[in-house]
């Protein structure tokens, strides 16, 4: 088997990889990014919609080669059909862009490589590499050759179907009641507002998800569900309730499906260990997708940053032991654990509520005097009405 050498090993090019590929690279370390795939960002596994508030803490300016739609702002839609209209002033912190994803996931591989970070496309990690108990690297398929990569530390970048980590010996097992099962359909010749993301509460999306339709341009859209996999009894649950969404309403049922996108999310509050000796997870294979909302992008990339940026201090001092990695651990915790556990008990709390329930709750916000729509002001307002719901969470409120 031919064996090949590096400081760091990436698993896994989406934005999590790519962005840590970026750091570590610009941080001096020789660095191989692996993508199992053909090409970077392709096929499709995304709703595509992003705030627009951390671009530039990734150091990304906004490109329209990447931007599909730039938002106003966004529609909230009770079970019974009330709607909350947001403002971008209110809206910023939850929508802004809708994306080209696949040309936005290249542009990070391209600023990857431009650090001088190499990138192997259609090479697949197989397993890692253990000498004395110790990960040492990965055993990978690289267009049909089995190689060794030997690091000093391997990256699990690869996203909610993470292996890295198994591999590893962390445990990264999901409860069903922490994932989300979703099913999204590019549709044309539809009849929604082309510049407000739309968000659907209730048993239209059952167990706390939601149905959306983000657009992109007039008359086009990705419209898609979340349905919690404990409420999913078979392996099309999330295309009946998709179907049967778009089958009632009159701006979606004569439109056509261009493409049909499957995957699923986490909505956990993040594993309980990210790091072990000489192995860092980063991204949705940190299971650190917001649990409210699905987004995973934001924190992909910020966790990818993080772990560049540690990972460059720790070929300072030669140390890429599970003590030395802790800083990694530490930094995300810092700027996403609280809101990631608040968002996942917010959401154990919804996923139970009924749609009377979530049609006083949209109508209070509506009423509210709320400045900016977060989930922090959402849970401040329903805090006043509902101070039983959230109870259990109302100091982190
Ligand atoms: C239907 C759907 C809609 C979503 N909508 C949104 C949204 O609107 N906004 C938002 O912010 N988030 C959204 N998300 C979540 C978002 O897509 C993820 O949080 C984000 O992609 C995480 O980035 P990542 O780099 O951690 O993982 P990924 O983007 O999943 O990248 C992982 C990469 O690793 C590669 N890989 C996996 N295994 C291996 C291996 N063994 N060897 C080599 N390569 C490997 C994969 O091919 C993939 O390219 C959505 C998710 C789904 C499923």
Same mark, same amino acid.
């Given at each position: ?79 019974? %059909? ?32 431009? @650090? ?39 990256? %699990?970048?690869? &996203?909610?179907?993470?292996?890295? &980590? ?6 990264? $097992? ?27 509460? %209730?048993?239209?999306?059952? &167990? ?54 499957? &995957?699923?999310?986490? $909505? ?5 260990? $990210? ?7 980063? %991204? ?66 919804? @996923? ?46």
């Amino acid at each position: 088997m031919q064996t090949y050498e590096c400081d760091i090993v990436i698993v896994g090019a989406g934005p999590a990889g790519s962005v840590a590929a970026k750091y570590a690279a610009e941080g001096g370390l020789d660095v191989v990014l692996l993508e199992k795939r053909a090409e970077i960002g392709a096929p499709l596994r995304c709703a595509e919609g992003i705030s627009k508030k951390w671009l530039s803490e990734i150091g990304m300016e906004p490109d329209p080669k990447w931007i599909s739609a730039e938002m106003d702002g966004a529609i909230i839609v009770s079970p019974s %059909g009330h709607t909350f209209k947001l403002d971008e002033s209110q809206a910023g912190n939850e929508v802004g862009y809708v994306l080209e994803r696949h040309l936005f996931d290249k542009a990070l591989a391209e600023q990857a490589s431009k @650090a001088g970070a190499k990138i192997w496309l259609r090479t697949a990690a197989t397993g890692v590499i253990k000498e004395d108990g110790l990960v040492t690297g990965v055993y990978a398929n690289r267009m049909g050759e089995k190689i060794a990569i030997r690091a000093d530390c391997v990256v %699990g970048a690869d &996203g909610f179907e993470s292996q890295v &980590g198994r591999w590893a010996g962390i445990d990264t $097992t999901l409860d069903l009641t922490d994932m989300c099962s979703c099913l999204q359909y590019r549709m044309v010749n539809i009849d929604v507002e082309p510049n407000y993301c739309e968000f659907v509460l %209730g048993s239209a999306a059952p &167990g706390g998800g939601y149905v959306w339709i983000f657009p992109k341009g007039k008359g086009i859209a990705n419209v898609g569900i979340g349905v919690q996999g404990s409420k999913c009894k078979s392996g099309a649950d999330a295309k009946y309730y998709l179907d049967k969404f778009i089958n009632e309403d009159p701006r979606l049922n004569k439109g056509a499906v261009l493409e049909i996108v499957g &995957g699923a999310v986490s $909505t956990c509050p993040g594993l309980e260990e $990210t790091v072990t000796d000489n192995v860092v997870l980063v %991204g949705d294979a940190a299971r650190l997708i917001d649990p409210i909302t699905g987004g995973g992008i934001c924190h992909a990339a910020r966790s990818g940053m993080y772990a560049g940026k540690v990972l460059t201090e720790c070929a300072k001092k030669g140390d890429f032991s599970k003590e030395a990695l802790s800083t990694y651990e530490k930094m995300w915790r810092d700027k996403m654990e609280d809101k990631l556990w608040r968002n996942w008990m917010a959401k154990e709390k919804f @996923a139970a509520l009924s749609d009377e329930v979530l049609d006083d709750l949209v109508l209070a916000i509506k009423e509210s005097d709320i400045s900016e729509v977060n989930v922090y002001n959402l849970l401040k307002v329903i805090k006043e009405k509902y101070p039983d719901l959230v109870a259990e969470f109302e100091d982190m409120i």
